[in-house]
């Protein structure tokens, strides 16, 4: 069985600064890696995904995660927090072979980026 | 629309009533599921769909009733709920079933349970 770990449930910072959203995954086989963003009254919004390859992906908005197999961590990291990202942040994970499609989601992190 | 719909936002019933939810994707999927999404917990995936066919059943209680008439519908009929079912009900869809497919979520509906 896999499970997700988010080690923050809340994360409150100033606008401008860095933040990194911590993610720990346990598997017993291959993974896809996801993070998913949930702004206020709305549906969640996948951010962005790792499939294969390299192991830093980034979303268009400025955040990047870093697959990490050894840590089985894959961190979400942005350098400079806008207002606007305030949101509940999503760690899922899926396996990468066979038939099981399913995703096994975090808690979730609350990031809250204050003026 | 664009996207996937889901009606109503907002829902309020007694645990005598029977309701349903609705959701509609306008991407034209293949595959679609219902999640509950509770308070400081995990989303939990209830069922999924693909090509009209409930492939998954993840152990979800008699009074959550699925219904998939076709690729872009999915309704979730309510009967004798109870208070610990009130949650954020998402629908989400994807254009297959398999990991690397990404899913599409609905803004959900907040169910509260009287």
Known sequence: ?????????????FEEAPV?????????????????VQYPNQGLQLLLKYLSGSTLVESINGFEAEFNKSQTSFHLRKPS??????????????????????LTFGKGTLLTVNP | ?????????????????????????????????????????PLELMFVYNFKEQ?????????????????????????????????????????DLGPSYEQYFGPGTRLTVT
Not at chain 2, 4 to 32: F, I, Y
């Open chain 1, 1 to 13: 069985a896999q499970s997700v770990t988010q080690l923050d449930s809340q994360v409150p910072v």
């Open chain 1, 81 to 102: 927090v806008h207002i606007s990202d305030t949101a509940e942040y999503f760690c899922a994970v899926s396996d990468s072979g066979g038939s099981n499609y399913k």
């Open chain 1, 20 to 36: 990194e959203l911590r993610c720990n995954y346990s598997s017993s086989v291959s993974v896809y890696l996801f993070w998913y």
């Open chain 2, 55 to 95: 492939t998954e059943n993840n152990s979800v209680p008699s009074r959550f009733s699925p219904e998939c008439p076709n690729s872009s519908h999915l309704f979730l009929h309510l009967h004798t709920l109870q208070p610990e079912d009130s949650a954020l009900y998402l629908c989400a869809s994807s254009q």
């Open chain 2, 1 to 41: 629309e664009t996207g996937v719909t889901q009606t109503p936002r907002h829902l309020v019933m007694g645990m005598t009533n029977k309701k349903s939810l609705k959701c509609e994707q306008h991407l034209g999927h293949n595959a679609m599921y219902w999640y509950k999404q509770s308070a400081k917990k």
